[in-house]
């Protein structure tokens, strides 16, 4: 057992306010009271709704000072992402060339260079600039993708699962069904449907993602169900919809938290896949995917032309998997050690 | 904002204010067993088997058996936290059965439970403020200041302090945690609290503080308990009647003194006989007559006298004769057990004497 702060440590130390990671104690769930009166500041007679907020807010500092020193790689994988958000947001001013532009004379497929950085392409756009703005696409669709499914599929999950009798079944049953068609060939299917838009793409990832996030959820609220704190709520009248979102939420949101994190991983290489198959982002949009299937053709003579659209795709996929990685080490740390 | 009314003087919110605060008619709860693919039923769990009591204002009721006697599930049915197959539970005169979902959730107001297990019967995600706080929250009792307040003078009430408001339960101890609970189950003045082994999982000294605790705020607000443990000691010290339960049908009713001083069903004294006397001399001069084996499967209770497989005085019949719960003179309710002879148990002022002669014997021999 990994028990980093004993009660002894929460005397002064002058490294700011020492009180033990909630983590700590988490790790030990059998002995769970390391903490001993004296960590709490102040034994005022009475406290306001604020400070116990306050109390929360410190819990949160220190589970994030906790993931910082124990999971360093996926902290530096956790700036990558911001690092790449970052890009995404001010792909205008990163941009040294128009992403689009096709310059007159053409430079087609020249080699890198101080005004190319990542050389041109075939019609002689800039690679580099054409990536930056893939970061857009890539980070856009993911984004929305995560955040449709996590919510949507969180919720049918939760509410199917505590729900239980014709509901689950009904629920379960279609999520059987989308789960048991190939995500690639359901997602061409929808997306040829609809039509080449990011929206549509967006569209159809989430009807792929939304299954998984309600299977996590479901069977956790399973287990929260049967545990005696929802007995608890319902003893004390309690309506389904708090048990739902007061009880139920809170407690299976770690396991999603790290599907969400991996599923970003997995929307940024669907994104690319379905691009790359041209029925992703519309021709005009500069995307990681569409990148790579178009130069694909010249891959023996621009090398430049696969290698940073494909580098970009994979440094994105691995800090999203690495950083999903260790915050479900962090999150739930009885699953590892 | 609301405030929560002082409780105290406070008298029951409507219903009658005499009659008894719970009563449990022909209580019977089945659990069906499901097999195969289709799911058919093929027998039944009669968990709860047509169980009736009463429980007074201000009074304690023991529910005592061994592990898997329905104990548990009588609790639960009572709350209708689980629907009774059939009979009935009328709180406060009312009929559980009749109220709708949201007349159901009003009446929680006014009948809690604390649970056995101080560790999964709090949500860990949760701060002492919002476990404790959740009845006022729930029912409009009290928000804001005011209920962090109230949730204070709780804290305060069950020895600990408003430091502790914003602790997560994996920050107490086993002890802590379940007097969290019980200042949960107390947060919206209830009229009955069910303790579900509420101490069993503490160790004694721990144990002897929530039971005082649960004592004094007995005296102090009039609650009434219905006791669910396995634990005679505790059940002498706490309750005023005691229930014995076994298979799902209580053999015995009496108080609790009578109970213990004059037990009427062999199970009863098998029972009492089997609680462990720590002075080896009292020990020595006790008569046991002990149940052996485990408590036969409920889906196929034994025939006749449920008991009769364990009982040290069965007799043939005792497997066709079905014993049937009588009110007795005064006041208790038994299996009539045609076969009981009220030989003398536990520490009788014979056996001790005996006892006394032969270890005056003994000591003379060296």
Not at chain 2, 216 to 242: C, K, M, P, W
Request: glycine residues 8%; charged residues 20%.
């Amino acid at each position: 057992m990994n028990t980093p702060t004993t009660p002894t440590d929460d005397l002064p130390s002058g490294s700011g306010p020492d009180r033990p990671p909630d983590t700590a104690a988490d790790r030990s769930p059998a002995g769970g009271s390391t903490i001993t009166e004296a960590t709490e500041p102040g034994d005022g007679e009475r406290q306001t709704p604020e400070q116990v907020a306050l109390g929360r807010r410190q819990r949160f500092a220190e589970s994030f000072r906790q993931f910082r020193s124990d999971h360093l790689m996926g902290f530096l994988f956790g700036i990558v992402i911001l690092l790449l958000l970052l890009v995404a947001i001010a792909a205008p001013i990163i941009a040294t060339h128009d992403p689009s532009a096709i310059p007159r004379p053409p430079q087609k497929l020249a080699p890198p260079s101080t005004d190319h950085f990542f050389g041109t392409d075939q019609l002689g756009r800039d690679i580099f600039s054409r990536v930056v703005y893939g970061a857009r696409t890539s980070l856009i669709v993911a984004t929305a993708t995560v955040i449709i499914s996590t919510i949507l599929g969180t919720l049918l999950g939760a509410v199917s699962g505590y729900l239980g009798g014709w509901v689950d079944l009904v629920i379960q049953r279609i999520v059987d069904a989308v789960l048991s068609i190939p995500v690639l060939i359901l997602a061409l299917f929808i997306a040829s449907l609809l039509g080449a838009s990011i929206t549509n793409v967006v569209l159809a990832l989430s009807i792929i993602y939304i299954p998984r996030f309600s299977r996590i959820a479901r069977g956790e609220m399973l287990r929260i169900r049967s545990a005696e704190y929802v007995t608890a709520a319902e003893a004390l009248g309690a309506k389904p919809s708090r048990i739902i979102f007061k009880h139920g939420v809170p407690n299976l949101v770690a396991p999603i938290i790290v599907l969400a994190s991996l599923t970003f991983g997995q929307a940024i290489v669907a994104e690319a896949a379905l691009s790359f198959l041209g029925v992703g982002a519309p021709i005009t949009e500069p995307s990681w995917g569409r990148m790579l299937s178009t130069s694909r053709e010249f891959m023996t003579v621009a090398w430049w032309s696969v290698v940073f659209p494909g580098a970009a795709l994979s440094l994105g996929v691995l800090a999203f998997n690495l950083f999903g990685d260790a915050l479900r080490d962090h999150l739930d740390p009885k699953l590892v050690r | 904002m609301t405030t929560v009314a002082e409780q105290p003087d406070a008298g029951p919110t409507g219903g009658t204010v005499d009659g008894p605060v719970l009563e449990v008619e022909h209580l019977t709860k089945h659990f069906p067993i499901r097999t195969g693919l289709l799911q058919r039923t093929v027998g039944h769990v009669r968990a709860v088997d047509d169980v009736s009591f009463h429980i007074d204002r201000g009074e304690t009721l023991a529910l005592v058996g061994e592990s898997g006697c329905g104990k548990t599930t009588t609790g639960r049915v009572v709350l209708r936290l689980i629907d009774p197959t059939s009979g009935t539970v009328r709180f406060d005169g009312q009929d559980l059965a009749e109220v709708d979902a949201d007349e159901l959730r009003g009446l929680r107001q006014r009948m809690q439970i604390i649970f056995q297990d101080p560790y999964s019967s709090l949500d860990p995600r949760m701060s002492t403020a919002d476990i404790v706080g959740e009845g006022l929250a729930i029912h409009g009792m009290a928000s804001g200041q005011a209920q962090l307040d109230r949730v204070t003078d709780l804290l305060e009430k069950v020895g600990l302090s408003a430091r502790d408001l914003r602790k997560f339960p994996h920050q107490f101890s086993g002890g802590q945690r379940q007097r969290i609970g019980v200042a949960r189950a107390l947060a919206t003045n209830p009229e009955l609290i069910i303790c579900d082994e509420a101490v069993s999982a503490l160790d004694v000294s721990v144990q002897a503080q929530v039971l005082n605790l649960l004592k004094d705020l007995q005296t102090e607000l009039g609650i009434s308990y219905l006791f669910i443990t396995h634990d005679l000691n505790v059940v002498r010290y706490i309750a005023d009647r005691v229930a014995v339960m076994y298979l799902g049908q209580i053999v015995e009713l009496a108080e609790t003194e009578q109970l213990f001083t004059d037990p009427r069903h062999p199970y009863t004294r098998s029972l009492l006989s089997s609680v462990p006397i720590i002075d080896p001399e009292l020990a020595r001069a006790t008569v046991r007559t002990p149940l052996e084996g485990d408590v036969p499967s409920p889906s196929s209770p034994p025939s006749g006298c449920r008991f009769h497989n364990r009982c040290p005085q069965a007799v043939e019949r005792c497997r066709h004769y079905a014993p049937v719960l009588v009110d007795l003179n005064d006041g208790r309710q038994a299996r009539e057990c045609p076969e009981y002879r009220p030989e003398p148990f536990g520490l009788t002022a014979q056996s001790y004497r005996e006892s006394e002669l032969l270890n005056q014997g003994t000591e003379a021999g060296e």
